[in-house]
Nanobody, 124 residues
Framework: QVQLAESGGGSVQAGGSLRLSCAAS????????MGWFRQAPGKEREGVAA???????SYADSVKGRFTISRDNAKATLYLQMNSLNAEDTAMYYC??????????????????WGQGTQVTVSS
């Protein structure tokens, strides 16, 4: 059974950094495309970053140049390095896995497995 567990969220001041981790169990990361999504109160869940089978990455315009998605297949862990955080980045962050894909895909409906989320709060 595929399970995903996020960690690394917390409270940070604007301009600060956080690194989120997503530990996968029950499967190999090499068999899936992965993504990070977020949901702020009162808003729909949105894609933040995605990575495909060839490690090609894609980012939402709002985080481009500030966030970096990566994965360590040996550790079965997905990461999201977040720099220059601002108040608009405040949200619950989720990692998700979907069947193999090239290039990275954003459609939430295509992601089969989701973690429970980790809260990121940025104060200005």
């Amino acid at each position: 059974q595929v399970q995903l567990a996020e960690s690394g969220g917390g409270s940070v001041q604007a301009g600060g950094s956080l690194r989120l981790s997503c530990a996968a169990s029950g499967y190999s990361l090499t068999n899936y495309c992965m993504g990070w999504f977020r949901q702020a109160p009162g808003k729909e869940r949105e894609g933040v970053a995605a990575i495909d089978m060839l490690d090609k990455t894609s980012y939402a315009d709002s985080v481009k140049g500030r966030f970096t998605i990566s994965r360590d297949n040996a550790k079965a862990t997905l990461y999201l390095q977040m720099n220059s955080l601002n108040a608009e980045d405040t949200a619950m962050y989720y990692c998700a896995a979907r069947p193999p894909c090239v290039p990275p895909r954003w459609d939430l409906g295509e992601y089969s497995y989701w973690g429970q989320g980790t809260q990121v709060t940025v104060s200005s």
